[in-house]
């Protein structure tokens, strides 16, 4: 069993001899992990199936301000 950097397994969840989890996987609560995890992916459930990639959150950044419009406070 092999986990990769910042890859974040929940509790109970069970990796089966052999697996890898990739960096920066998200491996549910109670999964159980029969093969291989592809980093960045999300895994859950009984066998651990990929529901969806993880994406990057990026947060909206603030509007620009018009010229001489007074700044935040």
Known sequence: MSVGDGARVGP???LLRGVTVGAGAVVGAH??????VAPGAAVGGVPAAVPRPVRAVSRPQPAPRAPGAPGPR
């Open 12 to 14: 109970g969840a069970a």
């Open 31 to 36: 999964a159980v992990v029969s093969a291989d």
